[in-house]
């Protein structure tokens, strides 16, 4: 049983380097967007008796989730063998709690819809803060990988000296393991966040940076907030310009052109969402995953 990949947009070099590893070919995916904003979604590559693996990053899911569950539905409904969704960036993970009465728990919805529509997901260190795994919330077989290996290697060939700086505890799980991997310190700052963009961030042991190069290391750069606050507060407190390092590239709005402004000496990010500051490359890591999820029979796995 061969494997039939479709990337999405956004995706496409992702597809491409997935069907080497996979021993897949490449499927043909057709979409419209038509004037009233409803979508058409064709595989123009039969995928009857094929496992079908759907390539679509879920950042600006809106526009990308509905896309997605149309294919997999087709895809079954065509005979695929299995359906998987390689989502690098996996989306809407943050609101995992009701914390104001009234509140939708989206990132529970989002998953019940993924998980019905597909029997497997790869992703690439998705947002868990109080979940302690992505079984919590989807019910199909979930893989993982993880960005800090391939991070701690930038960094070690990159910047000397380092010592690793995660902006808030949330960031402790990269900060950790990279300086872990890369034999340097690590300082965790503190954050209070009052808005979208209203992020506030204290150096608690600025002592410790010595003349090393601040590497500042966080999942997701959104609003740049975090990064912009956490590169003022170094700088302010003596630290030379900082490196920053992130494994999702969302920058929403102005959100590179601010941090890039407020004195980073580079920006650098995992190619988990294509953009120009990408220069850790993931793919093999993430076809790896993908090349076990196809090989495992659908029936045989649980999830996790
Ligand atoms: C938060 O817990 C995350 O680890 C990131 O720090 C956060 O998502 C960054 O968001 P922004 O770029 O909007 O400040």
Known sequence: MSAVVFGFPGCEELAGALVGPLGASRGELVLHRFPDEENYVRLATPVDGHAVVLACGLDRAERKLLPLVFAAAAARELGAVSVGIVAPYLGYLRQDARF??????????????????????????????????LEEIYALRASVVRAAPAMARWIRDNV???????????????????????????????????????????????????????????????SGRTMIAAVRQLLRSGARAPVCVGVHAIFAGDAHDALAASGAARIVTCNTIAHPTNAIDLNGAIAAAVEEMVGEPVAAAGSG
Request: contains cysteine.
């Open 100 to 133: 104001r009465e009234g509140e939708a728990i989206t990132s529970a919805t989002f998953a019940k819809v993924l998980s019905e529509f597909s029997d497997w997901l790869v992703t690439v260190d998705p947002h868990l803060h109080r979940y302690r795994g």
């Open 160 to 222: 000397p000296q380092p010592v690793i700086v995660g902006p808030d505890a949330e960031s402790e799980q990269w900060a950790a393991e990279i300086a872990r991997r890369v034999n340097a310190p690590c300082v965790m700052l503190e954050k209070t966040r009052r808005g979208d963009r209203d992020v506030e961030v204290s150096v608690p042991r600025i002592e410790s940076l010595g003349s090393r190069t601040a590497v500042l290391v966080d999942d997701i750069i959104s």
